[in-house]
């Protein structure tokens, strides 16, 4: 989440105020045998959406020249188990960016 954020900030998109701490609480909350959609999905070997998700997030810090070790670790973790095509996060998978019809909007968690 940390990384999301210094990604966030050299993008200049605001966040609010302790929204890191406040996912960070939302996910801790969790059940520890819950799972997301996109983690069930690359388990299943099925189509996801990590490469507009994750991966965006990860071409956009390397862009940007932002460490991510966290991010980097689980495209290693994922790529080595056969999880994941390493060239999901290569800037030739870029999606064309998104059309927004105004500023961001930033949901919180709860």
Same mark, same amino acid.
Do not use: W, Y
């Given at each position: 989440?940390?990384?999301?954020?210094?990604?966030?900030?050299?993008? /200049?998109? %605001?966040? &609010?105020?302790?929204?890191?701490?406040?996912? $960070?609480?939302?996910?801790? *909350?969790?059940?520890?045998?819950?799972?997301?959609?996109?983690?069930?999905?690359?388990?299943?070997?099925?189509?996801?959406?990590?490469?507009?998700?994750?991966?965006?997030?990860?071409?956009?810090?390397?862009?940007? /020249?932002? %460490?991510? &070790?966290?991010?980097?670790?689980?495209?290693? $973790?994922?790529?080595?188990? *056969?999880?994941?095509?390493?060239?999901?996060?290569?800037?030739?998978?870029?999606?064309?960016?998104?059309?927004?019809?105004?500023?961001?909007?930033?949901?919180?968690?709860?």
């Amino acid at each position: 989440m940390q990384e999301i954020h210094e990604l966030a900030v050299a993008r /200049g998109v %605001h966040l &609010p105020e302790g929204c890191v701490a406040s996912t $960070l609480n939302f996910v801790a *909350g969790c059940p520890q045998e819950a799972t997301s959609s996109l983690q069930r999905d690359l388990l299943e070997r099925r189509e996801s959406e990590f490469a507009v998700l994750t991966g965006a997030a990860v071409r956009m810090g390397r862009e940007f /020249g932002l %460490h991510q &070790p966290a991010h980097d670790r689980i495209l290693e $973790l994922l790529t080595q188990n *056969g999880l994941l095509k390493p060239d999901l996060v290569s800037p030739e998978s870029r999606m064309p960016p998104a059309r927004l019809s105004g500023p961001p909007r930033v949901t919180r968690p709860g």
